[in-house]
């Protein structure tokens, strides 16, 4: 008897889910230049090379787009957070570190991350994503201290370091995040 196997991927449905990747990868441009209010089906069809109504297409409305936006972003970071360090040794440390180091290196996503943050702040049903990522952060958190004090001044620290760095022309390294890190964790 032959084992049942996994239905073909349609092609068409592949191209699509690509096409949708593009666009959410084309809004955290347009948002990380222009902010949330540049943003629109045709802008950010452009920003993604595809026909002026991919994005309509696509998304019914710019608030789905911005919320799907918003969702890959959090679910990126926290996937980042999740994987960086996971015995709690030193080496989690500099994982981190290294993480706030690259995100500053590309300030259009991190400003267009912080602008959707915002975003979530003002629409409570955007809130699911900002708080995957701030679970993210307090998980990572606990491989060094269960003190509920330390891991909220971790959260707010991580966010306003980097928010920090975007208002610098000369941002901290890594080794100086992971030095903050350390003053937090250890």
């Known amino acids: 008897m032959n084992e049942p196997t996994a239905p073909t991927a349609d092609g068409r449905r592949l191209k699509g889910d690509q096409r949708k990747r593009e666009l959410i990868e084309a809004t955290l441009q347009v948002v990380g230049r222009e ?4 943003v629109s089906h045709r802008v950010v069809s452009r920003e993604a090379g595809q026909p002026p109504t991919a994005a309509a297409y696509h998304f019914k409305s710019i608030g789905d787009l911005l919320a799907v936006a918003l969702t890959a972003c959090m679910e990126q970071d926290a996937a980042r957070l999740r994987a960086a360090g996971p015995d709690g040794g030193p080496e989690g440390l500099h994982d981190l570190a290294r993480i706030m180091a690259d995100a500053v290196a590309v300030p259009h996503r991190l ?3 912080y602008e959707l943050f915002l975003l979530a ?11 995957n990522w701030l679970d993210s952060i307090t998980e990572f958190g606990r491989r060094y201290t269960t003190d509920p004090v330390r891991l909220r001044v971790l959260a707010g620290t991580f966010d306003g370091l980097l928010m920090h760095a975007l208002l610098t022309d000369d941002p901290p390294t890594a080794e100086e995040y992971e030095a903050a890190l350390r003053m937090i964790l250890l």
């Open 35 to 38: 902010g949330i209010a540049g």
């Open 111 to 113: 400003l267009a991350e």
């Open 121 to 131: 702040a003002r629409r409570p049903e955007l809130r699911v994503s900002t708080r």
